[in-house]
């Protein structure tokens, strides 16, 4: 199993909702990202998680929490989100210090109105 | 996060070679040169990486300059589905803080 699984593909949320991105690895890789995507530009790191800790934030707004429960799950807590936010939020799974490469899901299409 | 150069876009007729460049002047000894792609409404795939020697896989060769300070992905014969944006990344795996940082990549149109 070589797949990164986001979910849900595409969300709308008004901006006073709570919603979750979840991405899903079984590769056994210890190190998960989260990017953010706007169209037509790079993807922009956000978040670096290493053995389930914490290891780059990317000065990412507080309305944006990470969260990773176990070497396979990685979160995004949405709350109070801008118009701005919309974008597509990628994941992304390595193994941390090893010379080898990133897997990417096919994202979350999240639209804030 | 180490610095890339890429061309912004390239045309290349279809089945012939591609070659897409990309400068990377203050690479470190330690890190290793990856490309990726996206085509378009899909996440970023992997296409090869390499760190001192030229690099060949199923889908791609990689080609270093000596001095480390260029290098170019080379696709044999383009197709259609190789329409998509080329990015050349830089990663030091033992520093946590190198990660995968993209630039500003390569648009390819591939011309039937």
């Known amino acids: 199993d070589t797949e990164v699984t986001q979910t849900p593909k595409h969300l709308v949320m008004g901006m006073t909702n709570k919603k979750s991105l979840k991405c899903e690895q079984h590769?056994?890789?210890?190190?998960m990202y989260w990017y953010k995507q706007k169209a037509k530009k790079p993807p922009e790191l956000m978040f670096v998680?290493?053995?389930?800790?914490?290891?780059i934030n990317e000065s990412v707004p507080s309305r944006f929490s990470p969260e990773c429960p176990n070497s396979s799950l990685l979160n995004l807590h949405l709350h109070a989100l801008q118009p701005e936010d919309s974008a597509l939020y990628l994941c992304?799974?390595?193994?941390?210090?090893?010379?080898?490469?990133?897997?990417f899901g096919q994202g979350t299409r999240l639209t804030v109105v | 996060d180490a610095k890339t150069t890429q061309p912004n876009s390239m045309e290349s007729n279809e089945e012939e070679p591609v070659h897409l460049p990309c400068n990377h002047s203050?690479?470190?000894?330690?890190?290793?040169i990856h490309w990726y792609r996206q085509l378009p409404s899909q996440g970023p795939e992997y296409v090869i990486h390499?760190?001192?020697s030229n690099v060949n896989n199923r889908m791609a060769s990689l080609a270093i300059a000596e001095d480390r300070k260029s290098s170019t992905l080379i696709l044999h014969r383009a197709t259609l589905r190789d329409a998509a944006v080329y990015y050349c990344?830089?990663?030091?795996?033992?520093?946590?803080?190198?990660?995968?940082?993209f630039g500003t990549g390569t648009s390819l149109t591939v011309i039937p």
């Open positions: 992304a799974s390595t193994h941390p210090h090893v010379n080898t490469e990133a897997f």
């Open positions: 590769m056994g890789h210890r190190a």
């Open positions: 998680y290493s053995y389930e800790k914490l290891s």
């Open positions: 203050t690479i470190s000894g330690t890190d290793y």
């Open positions: 390499g760190l001192t």
């Open positions: 990344i830089l990663r030091d795996p033992q520093n946590t803080g190198n990660q995968f940082y």
